[in-house]
């Protein structure tokens, strides 16, 4: 009886979260009615009760012109109850510096998992200007490291390079490079060096 009046309770909540700490304690009750995090009921939970801000309850931009590029690009790899709020972090490599100018992008986002874990995880995007922002056109698979940088866009592809561990070093302390190669066209990932 207790457990059936706390899901309606919880069934009245608003759809969206309102802070960081909302937004976890939405994601605590469902892993509660509906866990463990596998189970495809408490995905369902997550993104039926704890969504996204809508459009009117978006964060301002910020000052950079940009906006917000950690919510824009949790809410585009769908990681709004997946990844810790307010513990990721975004990199944003654009084919120009000024947001009116820029048409494509690659945005990385590295976040840790509710749940746990012992490593920050990555998801990768590219996306294109649409008539009402950027907009993801598909993950990119095959890229790795941190510290994406020196974005070079030529043609339909787009080189970037990361830093990522050389053999034998720690996973704490990189200190090799790696550049790859994205094909806009195919979404192919290519690396041309590194460790």
């Given at each position: 009886?207790r457990?059936?009046?706390?899901?309606?309770?919880?069934?009245?909540?608003?759809?969206t979260?309102?802070?960081?700490m909302?937004?976890q304690?939405?994601?605590?009750?469902?892993?509660?009615?509906?866990?463990?995090?596998?189970?495809?009921?408490?995905?369902?939970?997550?993104?039926d009760?704890?969504?996204?801000?809508?459009?009117a309850?978006?964060?301002?931009?910020?000052?950079?012109?940009w906006g917000?590029?950690?919510?824009?690009?949790?809410?585009?790899?769908?990681?709004?109850?997946v990844a810790i709020?307010?513990?990721g972090?975004?990199?944003?490599?654009?084919?120009?510096?000024?947001?009116?100018?820029a048409t494509t992008?690659?945005?990385f986002?590295?976040?840790?998992p509710?749940?746990?874990?012992?490593?920050?995880r990555?998801?990768?995007g590219?996306?294109?200007?649409?008539r009402?922002?950027f907009t993801l056109v598909?993950?990119?698979?095959?890229?790795?490291?941190?510290?994406p940088?020196d974005?070079?866009f030529?043609g339909t592809?787009?080189e970037v390079?990361?830093t990522m561990p050389?053999?034998?070093?720690?996973?704490?302390c990189?200190?090799?490079?790696?550049r790859w190669?994205y094909d806009r066209r195919?979404?192919?990932?290519t690396?041309?060096?590194?460790?």
């Amino acid at each position: 009886m207790r457990r059936a009046a706390l899901a309606l309770c919880l069934a009245a909540l608003p759809a969206t979260a309102q802070d960081g700490m909302e937004l976890q304690r939405c994601v605590w009750r469902c892993l509660s009615e509906f866990g463990p995090a596998t189970a495809p009921a408490y995905h369902q939970c997550v993104a039926d009760r704890c969504a996204a801000p809508s459009a009117a309850q978006a964060p301002a931009p910020v000052s950079n012109g940009w906006g917000d590029l950690n919510g824009l690009l949790m809410q585009s790899f769908g990681l709004h109850g997946v990844a810790i709020p307010g513990e990721g972090g975004s990199y944003w490599l654009p084919d120009a510096v000024d947001p009116g100018a820029a048409t494509t992008a690659l945005g990385f986002y590295y976040y840790i998992p509710v749940g746990g874990g012992n490593a920050t995880r990555l998801s990768v995007g590219h996306f294109q200007r649409t008539r009402v922002g950027f907009t993801l056109v598909r993950p990119v698979v095959g890229i790795f490291g941190q510290n994406p940088r020196d974005p070079v866009f030529s043609g339909t592809t787009v080189e970037v390079t990361t830093t990522m561990p050389r053999p034998g070093e720690p996973r704490c302390c990189p200190t090799g490079q790696v550049r790859w190669s994205y094909d806009r066209r195919t979404g192919a990932v290519t690396q041309l060096s590194g460790p």
